[in-house]
């Protein structure tokens, strides 16, 4: 059943908002919507949406929004990653016409951003709003309405107990819930837990057809009873799809779970396309080739995926730059390209529809060294993607390498999605999120603890106490002989200054006191601090791949270093000492980034992307921040203003004399290395620098020298024209 999108005045949206949706196309709401408001998602009821990609859950969210964001009260939009954050936000934007005013917050776990006050809608990622929810900034108790995008993630190791806690302190809170998701199991343990309506449907506006390719006939078999024969017959039977759907005029996004693959099979689909030149557009590929140039970090990056667009090809993977893959997701939206090889990251990220999906339901697991076939929670997550309203009638998703037709139908085409289960119950997320209740003053007793703990998913699937007053009582002793809780009076527990920072700083209390127990004194050198924050669980739990060949080459260089106490010690441990070798590596390519080599130097000596780069880069720079408030609590003054500068030199990738030019906006490492060279040490230096010495120098166009002088003379320097 739809709905006129005028009626929506019925229920306190105004008649403002419905002019911009109508701008946007949208002049009826559609089954899904109007479900959700029957279930009362407008009169404050906590809702669970689980429904198809594509399906308008967003909009749900959005009248939300807009209906209890009013000034003074605030709404917020969480989402897994920074990436859907920006995109989140874009989207929001549009709603300022409201007289809304949208904000953003994505990192800087250890500001309580009182500034995010004065917006009344904020988009965060769930990371920041577990940080927020930490220091209780003012603003907290005008939060209306809480929306929770991609809740399905609450069953991702990592992310899923920073929701659990979430929405544990939310549900104490009475601010209303609104969860969305496209792939959940079991909807209804969910919205029961958050004591939420269900709004539950298979409707897509975009019709899913799935299919499975038998390899031994060379056909796809369709669920609508439909047969394609595969008459392509390249090396293998994934590369034979794609070029025929391409020939069909089909675009094709292709999920591999292999990186090295997507390039490999990208590449080589080229040497199939020469016949099919006319149906690419060049003038919009040489402008996304021209932005590749102007925008990638690495020459070697530049090189690969321009050699590929121009076929119409491309690749997507953590690997890349983040201009890289905005690029392509960019051009691949445009229909600029048309294939993209893509590891399945892409499913869980920003929106990328396409007319046809193809699906690996293989992955090689590496602890039992064979293949073994993906849950059908990660296939829908991938299959999702098929269909692009406005351009296609129906969409495909095809998985490609089932051993035969009947598995992939009976399993995933047909088969039940797992239902989600919690993963509250390791013992480093009890150990954080503990520490952060107690720290936080939600919680100053076991009992006290054990109550919120109740409000989790993990509690409403087990309905048992019993583990976690052992394990929580447990977590308390040993972060009591850590020094980050303290007993008080009676049953009463508090946090110390050390426990209070490391809550705040968002870091594992392991992180601090391993680091602790390995730097005894305040001079050890930069590879020794680099490999302390490597060995560290917050690092190693988010660290780039380096294959295994390449960290070997590098284990007589660690003993070297070792033996002359350059970096910590080898653990005798087997499985430690391997950890450690990695760490060690890790370092190493910590500090040559540091030392300002180039992100192809890295790339070609380590074997990884400038995508990784960047993601190790942000890790350990906020480590080295953490560990630096770490060290100034300890009474280390010097080590702390060490690390403090070492996170600065790992967040921009520069050399100490660096660091003050690269404060300015527009002066990266590539830019104050050649201000240097150029006899400009300082921001005084740049500041009496005529235009014409800077206007001379390479990378430096007309645009980026007024911005420096301006930002200059706003800082309070004399400056010279």
């Not at 308008?56 to 989402?79: H, W």
Request: aromatic share 10%; proline share 4%; glycine share 6%.
């Amino acid at each position: 059943m739809e709905m006129d999108v005028h009626e929506i005045v019925n229920y306190g949206i105004p008649e403002s908002a419905i002019d911009v949706l109508i701008s946007r196309g949208i002049k009826k709401l559609n089954p899904i919507q109007v479900q959700a408001l029957k279930k009362g998602v407008l009169d404050g009821k906590n809702i669970v949406v689980a429904a198809p990609t594509a399906s308008g859950k967003t909009l749900i969210a959005e009248l939300a929004l807009i209906k209890q964001a009013r000034s003074p009260n605030i709404g917020l939009y969480l989402v897994p990653l920074r990436a859907l954050a920006s995109e989140k936000y874009n989207e929001l934007k549009q709603w300022s016409v409201l007289g809304l005013k949208i904000g953003i917050t994505t990192g800087d776990y250890e500001s309580p951003g009182e500034y995010l006050g004065n917006y009344n809608i904020i988009v965060a990622t769930y990371e920041r709003f577990d940080s927020i929810l930490r220091l209780k900034p003012r603003w907290l108790h005008r939060i209306k309405v809480v929306v929770i995008d991609e809740l399905h993630m609450i069953n991702d190791s990592e992310r899923g107990p920073v929701l659990e806690i979430i929405v544990a302190r939310l549900k104490r809170m009475n601010i209303q819930i609104i969860g969305l998701s496209a792939t959940i199991g079991n909807p209804g343990d969910l919205a029961n837990w958050i004591d939420a309506e269900l709004v539950y449907s298979n409707w897509r506006p975009i019709k899913l057809i799935e299919g499975a390719y038998n390899s031994k006939n060379k056909r796809i078999y369709f669920s609508d009873g439909r047969v394609e024969n595969i008459i392509h017959r390249l090396s293998n039977s994934l590369l034979s799809i794609v070029l025929q759907s391409i020939t069909n005029g089909y675009q094709v996004l292709a999920f591999v779970h292999n990186r090295r693959k997507t390039e490999e099979y990208a590449f080589e689909l080229t040497n199939h396309l020469n016949l099919l030149a006319h149906m690419t557009n060049q003038e919009l590929i040489n402008k996304f080739i021209e932005r590749l140039r102007s925008e990638s970090p690495s020459r070697n990056e530049i090189d690969r995926l321009s050699t590929l667009i121009r076929y119409g090809v491309a690749y997507h993977h953590a690997g890349l730059s983040s201009a890289a893959r905005k690029i392509v997701e960019e051009a691949f939206r445009e229909r600029v390209l048309k294939a993209v090889f893509a590891t399945p990251t892409l499913a869980a990220g920003v929106n990328l529809p396409a007319r046809r999906v193809l699906v690996s339901i293989k992955r090689y697991d590496p602890h039992i060294h064979r293949f073994r076939n993906i849950p059908v929670f990660e296939y829908k997550q991938m299959a999702g993607r098929a269909g692009r309203p406005q351009y296609d009638p129906f969409g495909e998703a095809i998985i490609y390498d089932a051993r035969g037709k009947d598995e992939a139908f009976r399993k995933y085409i047909y088969g039940r999605i797992e239902p989600i289960e919690s993963k509250l119950s390791n013992e480093r997320s009890l150990r954080i999120h503990t520490l952060s209740l107690v720290a936080s003053g939600d919680a100053v007793n076991l009992k006290q603890l054990i109550e919120i703990y109740k409000n989790t998913l993990f509690y409403y699937q087990y309905r048992s106490t019993r583990y976690f007053e052992a394990e929580i009582e447990r977590i308390i002793n040993e972060l009591m002989e850590w020094d980050m809780i303290r007993p008080y009076a009676g049953d009463i527990i508090l946090p110390t200054r050390l426990g209070r920072t490391v809550a705040i700083t968002y870091i594992d209390p392991l992180s601090a006191h391993r680091f602790l127990n390995i730097v005894k004194r305040e001079d050890h050198g930069t590879l020794y601090l680099l490999h302390t924050i490597t060995l560290t669980p917050d690092y190693m739990r988010s660290r780039p791949y380096i294959n295994y060949r390449i960290v070997e080459e590098f284990e007589e260089g660690a003993w070297d270093d070792a033996s002359n106490e350059l970096v910590p010690e080898p653990p005798e441990d087997e499985i430690e000492y391997s950890f450690w070798l990695e760490a060690y590596v890790q370092a190493r390519m910590l500090k040559d980034w540091i030392n300002e080599a180039t992100e192809d130097e890295l790339s070609s000596l380590y074997g990884i992307g400038p995508g990784d780069i960047y993601a190790a880069r942000d890790t350990a720079s906020w480590i080295a921040a953490s560990l630096s408030r770490v060290s100034s609590i300890k009474d280390m003054p010097e080590l702390s203003n060490r690390l403090e500068r070492l996170s600065m030199r790992i967040e921009y990738g520069v050399r100490e004399d660096a660091l003050e030019l690269v404060k300015l906006e527009g002066i990266g490492r590539v830019r104050a290395r050649t201000l240097i060279k150029a006899g400009i040490y300082s921001l005084e230096d740049l500041a009496k620098a005529p235009m014409t010495k800077l206007l001379s120098l390479p990378g430096f166009g007309s645009r980026i020298v007024n911005s420096i002088k301006e930002q200059l003379k706003n800082m309070g320097y004399s400056v010279i024209y």
